[in-house]
Nanobody
Framework: QVQLVESGGGLVEAGGSLRISCAASGGTLRGYAIAWFRQAPGKEREFVAALSRTGGYQYYGESVKGRFTISTDNGKKTVYLQMTSLKPDDTGVYYC???????????????????WGQGTQVTVSS
């Protein structure tokens, strides 16, 4: 059973950068689609970024495209989200998730994933 733990969140000024991490235990994430979602207070959970099961394709939400990058380490035990040019609207709890039955058309849907971390808070001040 894969377990996910996020870390690296914090407070950053607008325009700054931050990298958050997601460590997998109980196995690697090889063969898993991996994604980041976020949820701001009073809003629904929003898709941020995803890596396909093969790791060969990246997908991004429109609001973060060109600013955020999703990646993994070589052993696919840790997932990263590098965030640059941060805006106050990027504030929220960021969740890491993984699933080994996710098809391409469902990568942006939170319902497609089986394993979730507890989240890490990212706050961007104006």
């Amino acid at each position: 059973q894969v377990q996910l733990v996020e870390s690296g969140g914090g407070l950053v000024e607008a325009g700054g950068s931050l990298r958050i991490s997601c460590a997998a235990s109980g196995g690697t994430l090889r063969g898993y689609a991996i994604a980041w979602f976020r949820q701001a207070p009073g809003k629904e959970r929003e898709f941020v970024a995803a890596l396909s099961r093969t790791g060969g394709y990246q997908y991004y939400g429109e609001s973060v495209k060109g600013r955020f990058t999703i990646s993994t380490d070589n052993g696919k035990k840790t997932v990263y989200l590098q965030m640059t040019s941060l805006k106050p609207d990027d504030t929220g709890v960021y969740y890491c998730t993984a699933g080994n039955r996710v098809i391409t058309s469902s990568l942006r849907s939170q319902n497609a994933y089986d394993h979730w971390g507890q989240g890490t808070q990212v706050t961007v001040s104006s």
